[in-house]
Structures are given as structure tokens and as C-alpha cells.
């Protein structure tokens, strides 16, 4: 993606500024994805966290239904009660998505609980008689 950003920008050049902004805009987006996906792919390679495009994804449905239905029924869309109580219950759903893959609520290491849990409750092991051969 960050390629084929760079290769129009070198064809097109200084004209590229004249075509419409959506269009800009679409690249720009196009752009920014790709160096998050290169972001995401090099950060997952040193052990870093690998949900970072659910994260993305998250945040990137709610937007991207809202801009859609926008522009297919109009603003008006969402003076209708069962599309705004459907609304509320996506951007609910995403936001509590978005927590759990960047992490925000906490530490989110279970094993890490699990290990401290069971070495607070465990004793040492010691036999009741020592053993004679």
C-alpha cells in the first residue's frame, strides 16, 4: 500500500494536488493504513502486543458505518429510534472491543494471575518420615 502511495505520488507529481480532495483523502488513508499495518507487523515481530488491528478495527466499524449510512440514506438517517437504539448497541460493542484489545482495562495476564495465585496458596512439599533404604 505504502508503495503504490509512493509510485502515484512519483507519477502524478506536482498535479496530484489538483484532483479532488476525496480522492487525497482516500489516498492519505490508504497511506496511513499501510504504515500501520507495517507498524503492527515489525512492532509483532519484537514480541509486542498483537492485537493492534483489532484495536483498529474497533474504532475503524463504528466510523466507517456511520460515513456509510451518511452517504447512502442521508443525515437524516438517524432521526429514526431503531436505527439510533442499533447505533448505540454497535458503538457499546466496539467500544468494549476496543478495551479489551489495547489493553486498557488493566493488567489482562491471566496466566501471570493464575502463577502468582498458585504460589501464594502453594506449600512446600515435605514427606511426613524420611525414607530408609
Known amino acids: 500500500m505504502l508503495g503504490l502511495c509512493g509510485y ?3 507519477l502524478f507529481g ?3 494536488l489538483s484532483f479532488a480532495p476525496p480522492v487525497l483523502l482516500g489516498f492519505a488513508a490508504v497511506a496511513a493504513f499501510g504504515l500501520l499495518l507495517l507498524i503492527v507487523g515489525l ?3 519484537r514480541g509486542g502486543p498483537r ?3 483489532g484495536a483498529f ?4 466499524v463504528p466510523v466507517g458505518g456511520w460515513f ?3 452517504a447512502w440514506f442521508g443525515p437524516e438517517v438517524f ?3 431503531f436505527v439510533q437504539w442499533i447505533g448505540i448497541a454497535v458503538l457499546c460493542s466496539c467500544a468494549v472491543r476496543f478495551l479489551i484489545a489495547a489493553r486498557l482495562s488493566g493488567d489482562s495476564s491471566a496466566l501471570r494471575k493464575m502463577k502468582k495465585y498458585l504460589k501464594a496458596k502453594s506449600k512446600p512439599m515435605r514427606p511426613a518420615r524420611p525414607r530408609q533404604f
Open 68 to 70: 456509510g449510512l451518511s
Open 79 to 81: 432521526n429514526i429510534l
Open 51 to 53: 492485537d493492534i488491528m
Open 43 to 45: 512492532h509483532g515481530a
Open 8 to 10: 502515484a505520488v512519483k
Open 57 to 60: 478495527w474497533a474504532l475503524a
Open 14 to 16: 506536482a498535479s496530484a
